[in-house]
């Protein structure tokens, strides 16, 4: 794919991003589809929820665009955009009517798993494994578990730092960003069209979700972009068999994903459903810690930017050395939030104590 396609995607998906977003903000309350305040909400006024309309709108206008305009560069990608259509139709779907009416868990991750097993079918699957180091392992049957299972986590683990305006949109504009620096860099170009018009609609979208936000992603918006970074990390083994093709675009999402290991884990070990939403993400404790929203926001960008050069720095130098440092990294993160939050935790319980 040529620098010109490329920029002619970002383009294209701003100006459809551009035009959607304020006509869904006055129709969501026109219509009264606003996410209102409540429990596990930080938000003090009702606002829309139609973020992942606009998503779904500006993707799909523009791959239809590069169809029409870029038919010879989309002709590898032909084949599987019926497939990767019918797995977004689905994941938006059931996000949307979970914004509109909360839904059990089991019927999302019933959809979720439809939308994985959709994909597995168009030919985008786990098989063999890259393993960082080791090389590639073949899975043969168990492919289609492996990539249900990859899908669902990617596809949730943007829903899961949706909490705080800015938080997820910001982090997955990093990603997108990072994942298109490495693709080119492998030269795997044509398989990012996803990634360019994720950046396009993000760019316009934080613009409306800064805070206050005017308008959210809601569950069919983030949803949708765990759901597309999922595509686009099963998409780049087809063009890069290489050990790195599935663990680079892990790294480049690492703040989400660390997110939902941390959930995960914390859920199961108190017993309660991994699928039910709490008050003890990683952006709560850094709130109750005392930090603003926008201060998370921002930590929450840094460190995402940090996963993103790691990422990067694995072409440039010897993986082995860079993974060594990203190890690091991260017990010297963990440390520090840990220490902090335990910190200030014990000091505003003497403050109360001393009131």
Same mark, same amino acid.
């Given at each position: 794919m040529s620098p010109l396609e490329a920029i002619m995607i970002v383009a294209f998906s701003v100006l459809m991003s551009g035009v959607a977003l304020p006509v869904l903000i006055r129709s969501g309350h026109q219509y009264h589809l606003l996410d209102r305040p409540g429990r596990h909400k930080r938000h003090k006024e009702p606002v829309p929820f139609l973020g992942g309309v606009a998503l779904f709108v500006a993707i799909w206008l523009t791959v239809a665009f590069l169809l029409l305009v870029f038919p010879a560069s989309m002709a590898e990608l032909s084949g599987m955009l019926p497939y990767i259509l019918a797995g977004a139709m689905l994941v938006g779907g059931i996000g949307?009517?979970?914004?509109? /009416?909360?839904?059990?868990?089991?019927?999302?991750?019933?959809?979720?798993?439809?939308?994985?097993?959709?994909?597995?079918?168009?030919?985008?699957?786990?098989?063999?494994?890259?393993?960082?180091?080791?090389?590639?392992?073949?899975?043969?049957?168990? $492919?289609?578990?492996?990539?249900?299972?990859? *899908?669902?986590?990617?596809?949730?683990?943007?829903?899961?730092?949706?909490?705080l305006d800015g938080l997820a949109g910001g982090v997955s504009l990093i990603g997108a960003l990072t994942l298109t620096a490495v693709g080119n860099l492998y030269h795997i170009g044509v398989t990012l069209v996803f990634a360019y018009a994720l950046i396009g609609f993000l760019v316009?979208?934080?613009?409306?979700?800064?805070?206050?936000?005017?308008?959210?992603?809601?569950?069919?918006?983030?949803?949708?972009?765990?759901?597309?970074?999922?595509?686009?990390?099963?998409?780049?083994?087809?063009?890069?068999?290489?050990?790195?093709?599935?663990?680079?675009?892990?790294?480049?999402?690492?703040?989400?994903?660390?997110? $939902?290991?941390? $959930?995960?884990?914390?859920?199961?070990?108190?017993?309660? $459903? *991994?699928?039910?939403?709490?008050? /003890?993400?990683?952006?709560?404790?850094?709130?109750?810690a005392g930090l603003t929203p926008r201060q998370i926001v921002v930590i929450f960008w840094l460190v995402s930017l940090a996963f993103g050069l790691f990422s990067l720095a694995m072409f440039f130098w010897d993986r082995i050395l860079v993974f060594s440092f990203l190890v690091l990294f991260m017990v010297v993160i963990s440390a520090a939030f840990f220490i902090f939050v335990s910190g200030r935790s014990r000091t505003k319980r003497r403050s109360g104590k001393t009131l």
């Open positions: 949307f009517i979970d914004d509109l /009416r909360s839904l059990p868990a089991w019927v999302k991750l019933g959809v979720e798993v439809m939308a994985g097993v959709v994909l597995y079918m168009g030919g985008l699957r786990i098989d063999p494994v890259s393993i960082p180091f080791c090389g590639q392992v073949e899975v043969g049957e168990f $492919s289609l578990v492996i990539t249900v299972l990859w *899908v669902v986590g990617l596809t949730n683990s943007i829903n899961l730092i949706d909490g316009i979208f934080l613009r409306y979700n800064r805070y206050p936000a005017r308008i959210f992603l809601g569950d069919s918006g983030s949803l949708q972009i765990g759901y597309y970074f999922a595509v686009l990390s099963l998409m780049v083994p087809l063009k890069s068999f290489t050990a790195a093709a599935l663990y680079l675009p892990l790294m480049a999402l690492g703040v989400p994903i660390l997110e $939902s290991i941390t $959930s995960t884990a914390r859920r199961l070990l108190r017993r309660k $459903s *991994v699928m039910r939403a709490d008050r /003890r993400h990683l952006f709560h404790y850094l709130a109750l």
